[in-house]
């Protein structure tokens, strides 16, 4: 079992930035790998970032790349989504998410067994 638990969200303004966290416990950290996804009303959940399985390579979204980092510290069992130069359509449930199955897809909902509770994001105009 993993416990997954996202803070840090909040309203900003657009072309500010926020940093959410997600801290980890249950399972060894490294036996599985991470990722932030989002849902903005009315929308379905979409991928917005995620580690390679062995934590070194990162993958993006189009619409996040070069704006948004993912993050993580390993001492902390903690991922971070650092989001820069926010836009109005960044407004969105954020939620990582941990992935236990090596060879699935790091883009799909289904390969995430574990998710957090979701921390609100709100980039005003």
């Known amino acids: 079992q993993v416990q997954l638990v996202e803070s840090g969200g909040g309203l900003v303004q657009a072309g500010g930035s926020l940093r959410v966290s997600c801290a980890a416990s249950g399972r060894t950290f490294s036996n599985y790998t991470m990722a932030w996804f989002r849902q903005a009303p009315g929308k379905e959940r979409e991928f917005v970032a995620a580690?390679?399985?062995?934590?070194?390579?990162?993958y993006y979204a189009d619409s996040v790349k070069g704006r948004f980092t993912i993050s993580r510290d390993n001492a902390k069992n903690t991922v971070y989504l650092q989001m820069n130069s926010l836009k109005p359509e960044d407004t969105a449930v954020y939620y990582c998410?941990?992935?236990?199955?090596?060879?699935?897809?790091?883009?799909?909902?289904?390969?995430?067994?574990?998710w957090g509770q979701g921390t609100q994001v709100t980039v005003s105009s």
């Open positions: 580690f390679s399985w062995s934590g070194i390579t990162t």
């Open positions: 998410a941990a992935r236990t199955q090596f060879g699935s897809s790091r883009y799909l909902l289904t390969s995430y067994a574990y």
